[in-house]
C-alpha cells in the first residue's frame, strides 16, 4: 500500500501497520506510538538496527517536511505586513478624498532614490495584483480586497502554524521512540553479556 | 544526545499519558521561542517610536509650528502637520503597547504550563530527560 505525504514523498507501509493511516485536517499522518517495547520488538521480523533505521528515516521526512511549512510561514510572515502598510494608505486616501487640499508626498522611485509628488485627491487607486498585472479600484472597493486578502493570509498563517506543531508532536513522538528501543536494547546487550560471563564462571569452576 | 551513567538510569516506562506530556512540552517551547523573537521586534519598534515622539516634541518647542513633517504611511512619505505626525505617532504607539501586553501575557502562562509539565517529568524521569533550553 502506497501511500503520498503531503511533501510528494511515497512511503511503503510494512505488514505490521494493517490499521488505518490517522491524518491531521490537512492530511499529514500521525505517528504510532510504541505503548510497549518489549511488545513492539517481539511482534516486528526486524533486526533493532533495521527498526531503528526504519524510525530514523521517518524522523528525516518529518523534518524535511518542517522545513517546507517553515518557508512557507516565513513567505506569509512577510507577505502580512506588506498588505497592511497598503491597506493603511488606502485608508489614509480615504480620510482625505474629501478635502479639496492635494497631498505632499516623497516616494520611493528606486533604492534609495526619493522624488516629491503633489498627489491631488482621488476617488480610485490602482492595485498591484502580482503576475504583472493591476487593476483600478474605487477608494472603499480596494480596501475591501485588501482586508479580504489579509484575513486569507493570516487563516493561512494559522493553518500553517498549526500543522507545524502537529509535525513537531510527531518528531518528539518518535525521537522518544527511538530513544526507547535503542535503551531497551542497550539493556538487552548488557544482560546478555552478563548471562554469558556467568555462564563461562559456571564452565571454569 | 548525551548518555547517562548506569546508576543515573530510571526503570520507569514511557505511558501514552507521559508521551503527551512530552509532545506538550516541546510544543510550549517551541511557541515560547516564536513569541519571544516577535516580543523583541515589536519591543524595538517600539523605541523607535519613543525616539519620534522626542523628535516631534523638539520641532514643537522650536516653534516650527508650520512647517510640515514627512511621515511614513505605508512606503512612501506623506507630508503632513507636526500635530497629525504626533497623535499619529501616540496612536501606533498605544496599538504596540497593547499588543507588547498580549504576548507578554501569552509568555509568561507558557512559562508556568512549562514549568508544570518540567516537575511532572522530572518527577518520573529524573536525569533520563532533559528540558533545559542548550
Not at chain 2, 11 to 22: K, L, M, P, R, S
Not at chain 2, 31 to 39: L, T
Amino acid at each position: 500500500m502506497l501511500k503520498v505525504l503531503k511533501s510528494g514523498l511515497i512511503e511503503k507501509s510494512s505488514s505490521d501497520s494493517s490499521e488505518e493511516v490517522v491524518t491531521n485536517p490537512r492530511g499529514i499522518p500521525k505517528v504510532q506510538f510504541v505503548e510497549n517495547v518489549e511488545e513492539y520488538m517481539s511482534k516486528t521480523s526486524s533486526t533493532i538496527e533495521v527498526t531503528l533505521g526504519k524510525f530514523q528515516e521517518t524522523v528525516a521526512k518529518y523534518k524535511f517536511m518542517e522545513l517546507n511549512y517553515t518557508n512557507r510561514k516565513k513567505g506569509l510572515e512577510l507577505k502580512i505586513p506588506e498588505i497592511k502598510k497598503t491597506l493603511t494608505v488606502v485608508e489614509f486616501l480615504i480620510s482625505t478624498q474629501d478635502s479639496d487640499e492635494s497631498i505632499e508626498t516623497t516616494f520611493e522611485l528606486n533604492d534609495t532614490l526619493w522624488a516629491a509628488a503633489k498627489i491631488k485627491s482621488t476617488k480610485t487607486v490602482y492595485l498591484w495584483l502580482g503576475a504583472n498585472v493591476m487593476l483600478e479600484y474605487e477608494l472603499q472597493e480596494a480596501k475591501e480586497l485588501l482586508e479580504t486578502k489579509l484575513t486569507t493570509a493570516q487563516n493561512s498563517l494559522n493553518c500553517v502554524v498549526e500543522d507545524l506543531e502537529f509535525m513537531r508532536e510527531q518528531i518528539t513522538t518518535m525521537e522518544v521512540n527511538i530513544a526507547r528501543v535503542y535503551n531497551w536494547d542497550v539493556k538487552r546487550r548488557r544482560v546478555a553479556k552478563t548471562t554469558q560471563s556467568e555462564k563461562t564462571l559456571d564452565m571454569v569452576e | 544526545m548525551r548518555m547517562i551513567n548506569q546508576d543515573e538510569e530510571v526503570e520507569a516506562e514511557v505511558t501514552w499519558e507521559d508521551q503527551q506530556n512530552i509532545n506538550s512540552f516541546s510544543k510550549l517551547n517551541v511557541k515560547f521561542s516564536d513569541i519571544e523573537e516577535r516580543y523583541g521586534e515589536k519591543k524595538q519598534e517600539d523605541e523607535y517610536l519613543d525616539d519620534l515622539l522626542q523628535e516631534l516634541e523638539q520641532q514643537e518647542l522650536l516653534g516650527d509650528e508650520g512647517e510640515l513633517v514627512r511621515y511614513k504611511i505605508g512606503d512612501a512619505f506623506i507630508s503632513i502637520t507636526l500635530e497629525d505626525a504626533a497623535q499619529r505617532t501616540k496612536r501606533e504607539k498605544e496599538f504596540l503597547s497593547e499588543e507588547l501586553k498580549k504576548l507578554r501575557n501569552e509568555m509568561d502562562s507558557l512559562t508556568t504550563e512549562m514549568e508544570k509539565l518540567k516537575v511532572l517529568l522530572y518527577g518520573k524521569f529524573g536525569k533520563a530527560i532533559n528540558l533545559e533550553k542548550d
